[in-house]
Nanobody, 128 residues
Framework: VQLQASGGGLVQPGESLRLSCAAKGFSLDSYDIGWFRQAPGKEREGISCISSNDGSTDYVDSVKGRFTISTDRAKNTVYLQMNSLKPEDTAVYYC??????????????????????WGKGTQVTVSS
């Protein structure tokens, strides 16, 4: 089981990035994916998740209306489209899953100690 996160970079405030999380060794038809981020000096926080069952999603308030999570089942990949980026979005972004967790329970249940499988982080820097 592997998750491969990519797509980070350096952008200016207001710009966009799309992060990818490719799943290897399991199907996103059956398991949900969450995105976390960790800013310098801060704890890792869950920011979004998507259900494999019905595609329902959840977002932390700070990214609602700006970030969109989606799944391409043909590519077995989850995307995080990030628009209107702000300097406070600067962080290392991770995708993760656990076979006994579901996004249907809500983002509040998506704690880093719950998740067993993690992608390598991808750095997002928003700066002018």
């Amino acid at each position: 089981v592997q998750l491969q996160a990519s797509g980070g970079g350096l952008v200016q405030p207001g710009e966009s990035l799309r992060l990818s999380c490719a799943a290897k060794g399991f199907s996103l038809d059956s398991y949900d994916i969450g995105w976390f981020r960790q800013a310098p000096g801060k704890e890792r926080e869950g920011i979004s998740c998507i259900s494999s069952n019905d595609g329902s999603t959840d977002y932390v308030d700070s990214v609602k209306g700006r970030f969109t999570i989606s799944t391409d089942r043909a590519k077995n990949t989850v995307y995080l489209q990030m628009n209107s980026l702000k300097p406070e979005d600067t962080a290392v972004y991770y995708c993760a899953t656990d076979f006994e967790w579901t996004c249907k329970r809500g983002l509040v249940t998506m704690k880093d100690y719950v998740m067993d499988y993690w992608g390598k982080g991808t750095q997002v820097t928003v700066s002018s």
